[in-house]
């Protein structure tokens, strides 16, 4: 994993490498997937954009 961080709401993003690059998921709070990018990035900040459009709104570290 390369980074994560907690919303307001419980659920946990993470942003992770990928065989095909850097990709996100969203964990709820019970520990189901409610979320995913459905394609590598090459950059992480574009990986990053892409969460933040599809609802992150905390600060992964």
Known sequence: MIASCVASNGDRWEIYSGSDGCRWRRTAANGSIVG????????????????????MSCNPT
């Open 36 to 55: 995913a990018s459905s394609q590598g990035y090459s950059s992480r900040s574009d990986c990053i954009d892409n969460a933040r459009r599809n609802g």
